[in-house]
């Protein structure tokens, strides 16, 4: 095995291990470190995005020809790795078959008769295992799904929905990760960035449409302490820039951090 560590700036260390002796530290460092961002999403799209979860129960029927392991195959090798193990025992035992009674006539019958019958269970495991290989040889070992039996068939879980809703999912992680980049560089404990917005996401807000003036003000509530109130105004910034209009009407987003002081008249 080979170890490569690597020493960030705070003085830890992350060690690497593989067995490429060839290619230099970075590409393999690069390459374990994009792996470990892919499993960090997907930990956190379980926790926080309920990416496991199905959305329906539904099955349907397999239209593309998969190819899947051929059933008989499968029993065949598991016939045949059932009776080499058992071979293997019989023929330890063989050899182990030492002559421990006094040298007599009846000592000696029963011993070669005991090994006699070994030998002949031996003999007849092999016969059997030879047949079975050769009857293993002559089975394709994959199949497609509409040539297996009818017994043997099996269908998935639907999945264009599941799709979609994971494709949703995906696109919203992005959108976080782009704030939560934006958090970063106001926070003094950038790592706590995606928690703020967490705590965002669950906070309460005023919507007041203004038709005259096409705007959709979304008043957000203070945060818990000014530091992150600092942070989230920054974030409502950067995302009114954007100027982006809410989806379906002719009214653009504004995004603001105040308390609640809702005119008298405005339905929430």
């Known amino acids: 095995m080979r170890e490569i560590r690597k020493l960030t700036e705070r003085g830890h260390q992350t060690a690497l291990i593989a067995t490429d002796y060839r290619s230099t530290p970075a590409p393999l460092a690069v390459a374990m470190f994009s792996r470990w961002s892919q499993e960090n999403f997907f930990k956190y799209a379980r926790e926080h995005y309920n990416l496991d979860r199905l959305v329906d129960y539904r099955t349907e029927a397999i239209s593309d020809p998969l190819p899947v392991v051929n059933p008989d195959h499968r029993r065949l090798d598991g016939q045949v790795r059932s009776g080499t193990g058992k071979l293997n025992r019989r023929l330890a035992q063989f050899g182990a078959m030492n002559m421990e009674e006094a040298i007599d006539p009846e000592p000696v019958e029963s011993f070669l008769q005991r090994k006699a019958d070994l030998q002949e269970e031996i003999e007849h495991l092999q016969n059997e295992i030879q047949t079975l290989k050769e009857e293993r040889k002559g089975t394709a070992r994959h199949i497609t799904v509409d040539e297996l039996p009818e017994q043997e068939r099996f269908q998935q879980l639907s999945t264009p929905s599941k799709h979609l809703i994971d494709t949703l999912k995906m696109i919203a992680y992005r959108a976080e990760t782009a704030m939560a980049n934006l958090l970063r560089e106001t926070m003094s404990h950038p790592d706590e960035a995606r928690s703020l917005l967490r705590a965002l996401y669950q906070s309460d807000a005023d919507l007041l449409p203004d038709h005259k003036e096409g705007i959709l003000t979304v008043r957000l509530h203070h945060m818990a302490n000014r530091g992150s109130d ?19 009407t002719e009214l653009r987003l504004a995004l603001e951090l105040g308390s609640n002081q809702n005119p008298g008249d405005q339905v929430i």
């Open 230 to 248: 600092a942070a989230i105004q920054t974030l409502c910034n950067e995302l009114n820039a954007t100027k982006t209009q809410f989806p379906g």
